[in-house]
């Protein structure tokens, strides 16, 4: 009886390795994690330099990995069996409070803040033809989840000291943001609930926005944020929200990527792997939003992160333009081929976790 139990073990995973194998080669490989958002490792190229410096190898195992047939189950399940079952308060560095998903970030790179805060100096210092220069940061999500809940946390008051080295004039936006005005499956502030975040900015930069009575909501479902795919949980799908206006219909728009003009909020990209694309079509390096509508002849330059992308367009309002820059698409040596920085008013806009990248800044 025991002999006949030892060859059933033996035949069942016998099987099961051929099954895992007959599905490998059946299936075709994947190109892209839609859930990770990332571009998934393909067939190494069999060479003898790869097989003798033993990449081939690691090559191979990445892809195998990458490419092994119900992965997603398989992830699921491991993200499940590790958080529900052993207890484990974090899979794959994402982790769970009262329904948010966040990454950790800790501890504060120093350096790397410093990096960040001397490109924004050298950008100040090399255009003296500048209005007035503003700085302000977004907090990221663990800045409400971690420490209080016993995960390892940035110190958030030794960055903003740091960042006090900024040479322009700081506002503070942090009492007036708290956990749900956050996407609960992604790292990026909902639109719908930081329209006090840019009156705030405008009021403190000399003008004024409209409020919430000049605006329309208009929504879809379905939005799975960034974490959604990176912790392998099933969560509830969210809704993505936008703001419409006048100004925000009218507006004119146009990015240095592109020959066309392009829309404010565009919901054909709400297909793409990044949902929040939606907000002014994502990565963008330079847009500028023109707005017929406001005659006071101002010019906001805003320097962003992605958080840029919902906000700016609540900005549009008091000013009859505003210039959108990512310096992590675009370097900052070219921007004059591109930006007229005379009596431009500027605000460095950049979430705290940016901060711990400040390398990529170009």
């Known amino acids: 009886m025991e002999k006949i139990k030892k060859i059933l073990v033996v035949a069942v995973l016998a099987l099961t390795l051929v ?123 663990n800045y409400f989840m971690a420490a209080a809940n016993g995960y390892p946390a940035m110190d958030y008051a030794a960055l903003l000291a740091q960042a006090a080295g900024i040479r322009a004039e700081y ?3 942090f009492p007036l943001l708290e956990l749900d005005d956050y996407y609960r499956t992604d790292s990026h502030w909902r639109q719908e609930k930081v329209l006090d975040v840019a009156q705030q900015l405008a009021a403190a930069m000399g003008t004024a926005v409209d409020g919430m009575d000049k605006y329309t909501a208009e929504s879809r479902d379905g939005f799975r944020g960034v974490y959604y795919g990176q912790s392998a949980l099933n969560l509830p799908a969210e809704t993505l929200t936008i703001l419409k206006s006048d100004v925000t219909q009218s507006a004119i728009v146009k990015s240095a990527e592109h020959a066309a003009n392009m829309p404010v909020y565009n919901w054909d990209d709400f297909a793409n792997t990044d949902p929040y694309d939606v907000y002014l079509s994502g990565a963008e390096a330079l847009i500028t939003m023109d707005n017929p509508l406001q005659t006071n002849g101002r010019h906001l330059i ?39 920085f005379t009596d431009a008013d500027v605000l460095f806009l950049y979430c705290t976790s940016m901060f711990n990248a400040g390398a990529t800044l170009k």
Request: proline fraction near 5%; aromatic fraction near 10%.
């Open 19 to 141: 099954g895992i194998f007959a599905l490998h080669v059946a299936l075709p490989d994947g190109t892209v994690s839609d859930a990770e958002r990332r571009p998934l490792a393909q067939l190494p190229e069999l060479t003898a330099d790869g097989v003798f410096s033993g990449d081939y190898f690691e090559e191979l195992e990445e892809y195998l990995l990458d490419q092994f047939p119900l992965r997603e189950s398989f992830r699921r399940l491991k993200a499940n069996f590790q958080t529900k079952v052993l207890g484990l308060k974090a899979n794959n560095g994402i982790y769970l409070v009262d329904g948010h998903l966040s990454k950790l970030e800790y501890p504060l790179k120093a350096s790397q803040a410093k990096l960040a805060i001397d490109r924004f100096n050298a950008i100040i210092d090399s255009h003296p033809q500048l209005g007035k220069v503003y700085y302000s940061l977004i907090p990221d999500k």
């Open 302 to 340: 805003l320097f962003r992160d992605s958080f840029g992308s919902s906000i700016s367009p609540l900005l549009l309002s008091g000013y009859s333009k505003v210039t959108v820059v990512d310096i992590r698409y675009m370097s900052s040596s070219l921007l004059d081929q591109y930006v007229d």
């Open 171 to 173: 506002i503070d936006i």
